[in-house]
């Protein structure tokens, strides 16, 4: 079976806790797109072309440290306004997506550009404050010292830059389900996209 599920939205919105409860409950692989962003960002920050680094990047530097800092997160959004940056990734992620067995694909730009027919389509957003504040608690039981204050400025700008590039920029595609998950707790958020999910499932068997 072929199936995807493409889950856009901005930072910190719930996106991947959600896209790993629904790979775990259908059983489908899950690809968080924001890693290979992140990973790019890394190698720009140590010197690399980001460029290069995009047309050189190994599945295995996904694994490799901590790539959900704060810092790699701005060096992120930053190539990811770069075209070139953004088509030499763009295989990985749809060879991914066909994958036999259903996947899910978390990002910015997986309805809209990485896969337009993918079968279900989900835009998770949260206020940025609520969305600040659970990437607070994160940062922070990581042991970094971010205050709320920096978090959320951050969410923004990178909301901001995420949004307003011109190549591939972050928005709901037309036939994507919108889920707020302002006032919903992860396993509340959780159900509704399963239920919505399950919907799609059988016709696609
Ligand atoms: O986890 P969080 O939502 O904070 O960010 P992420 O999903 O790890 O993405 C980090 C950055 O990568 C984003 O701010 C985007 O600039 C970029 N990104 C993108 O442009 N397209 C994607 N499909 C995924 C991430």
Same mark, same amino acid.
Not at 161 to 188: C, F, G, H, W, Y
């Given at each position: 079976?072929? !199936?995807?599920?493409?889950?856009?939205?901005?930072?910190?919105?719930?996106?991947?806790?959600?896209?790993?409860?629904?790979?775990? =409950?259908?059983?489908?692989? =899950?690809?968080?797109?924001?890693?290979?962003?992140?990973?790019?960002?890394?190698?720009?920050?140590?010197?690399?072309?980001?460029?290069?680094?995009?047309?050189?990047?190994?599945?295995?530097?996904?694994?490799?440290?901590?790539?959900?800092?704060?810092?790699?997160?701005?060096?992120?959004?930053?190539?990811?306004?770069?075209?070139?940056?953004?088509?030499?990734?763009?295989?990985?992620?749809?060879?991914?997506?066909?994958?036999?067995?259903?996947?899910?694909?978390?990002?910015?730009?997986?309805?809209? #550009?990485?896969?337009?027919?993918?079968?279900?389509?989900? !835009?998770?957003?949260?206020?940025?404050?609520?969305?600040?504040?659970?990437?607070?608690?994160?940062?922070?039981?990581?042991?970094?010292?971010?205050?709320?204050?920096?978090?959320?400025?951050? #969410?923004?700008?990178?909301?901001?830059?995420?949004?307003?590039?011109?190549?591939?920029?972050?928005?709901?595609?037309?036939?994507?389900?919108?889920?707020?998950?302002?006032?919903?707790?992860?396993?509340?958020?959780?159900?509704?996209?399963?239920?919505?999910?399950?919907?799609?499932?059988?016709?696609?068997?």
């Amino acid at each position: 079976m072929r !199936f995807t599920v493409a889950i856009d939205g901005p930072a910190a919105a719930g996106k991947g806790t959600i896209s790993k409860g629904v790979a775990a =409950h259908f059983g489908f692989a =899950h690809l968080d797109t924001g890693l290979l962003y992140r990973a790019v960002g890394r190698r720009m920050l140590g010197g690399t072309d980001p460029v290069t680094a995009a047309q050189e990047l190994s599945a295995d530097e996904l694994e490799q440290g901590d790539l959900r800092t704060a810092e790699i997160a701005q060096a992120a959004s930053k190539v990811a306004v770069i075209p070139e940056v953004r088509s030499a990734l763009v295989d990985f992620q749809r060879a991914f997506a066909r994958r036999a067995g259903g996947a899910v694909l978390d990002g910015r730009d997986i309805g809209t #550009v990485i896969c337009p027919t993918a079968e279900i389509k989900l !835009f998770v957003t949260a206020s940025a404050e609520v969305r600040a504040q659970r990437r607070y608690l994160e940062l922070n039981a990581k042991g970094s010292d971010v205050t709320r204050e920096q978090v959320l400025a951050d #969410v923004r700008e990178r909301d901001a830059r995420d949004a307003d590039r011109s190549t591939a920029p972050m928005k709901p595609a037309e036939d994507a389900v919108m889920l707020d998950t302002t006032d919903l707790n992860i396993q509340t958020a959780l159900a509704k996209a399963v239920a919505v999910i399950g919907e799609k499932l059988p016709t696609a068997r």
